[in-house]
């Protein structure tokens, strides 16, 4: 069992940048590929970005991001702190939503973007973006 805990989220005006982080328990953080989803109101829960485990803090990760959000956001770990990173630019109101880490075991970055039952998550942070 791995536990997620996200932060950062807040009310932020359109144009507006953002850091979220999500912070994992364990000391096996670097085999977990993790993720990002987001989820508005009454809607699906949408894949936002996600990134490949690492095996150690020095190995090559692999990124895999939402076309609707290519170049806006950056995924990155550290995992000599157990933490992921979601960094958000020129954020508009329809980026409001509740923002989800996942957790994978030996997972790939592009395979992330798709949810599997048995995937780890965390209770969400909210994100709002005024107009």
């Known amino acids: 069992q791995v536990q997620l805990v996200e932060s950062g989220g807040g009310l932020v005006q359109t144009g507006d940048s953002l850091r979220l982080s999500c912070a994992a328990s364990g000391r096996t953080f670097s085999i977990y590929a993790m993720g990002w989803f987001r989820q508005a109101p009454g809607k699906e829960r949408e894949f936002v970005a996600a990134?490949?485990?690492?095996?150690?803090?020095?190995?090559?990760?692999?990124?895999y991001y939402a076309d609707s959000l290519k170049g806006r956001c950056t995924i990155s770990r550290d995992n000599a702190k157990n933490t992921v990173y979601l960094q958000m630019s020129s954020l508009k109101p329809e980026d409001t939503a509740v923002y989800y880490c996942?957790?994978?075991?030996?997972?790939?970055?592009?395979?992330?973007?798709?949810?599997?039952?048995?995937?780890?998550w965390g209770q969400g942070t909210q994100v709002t973006v005024s107009s």
């Open positions: 996942a957790a994978r075991r030996g997972g790939s970055a592009q395979a992330m973007g798709v949810m599997r039952p048995g995937d780890y």
């Open positions: 990134i490949s485990w690492s095996g150690t803090s020095t190995s090559y990760s692999s990124t």
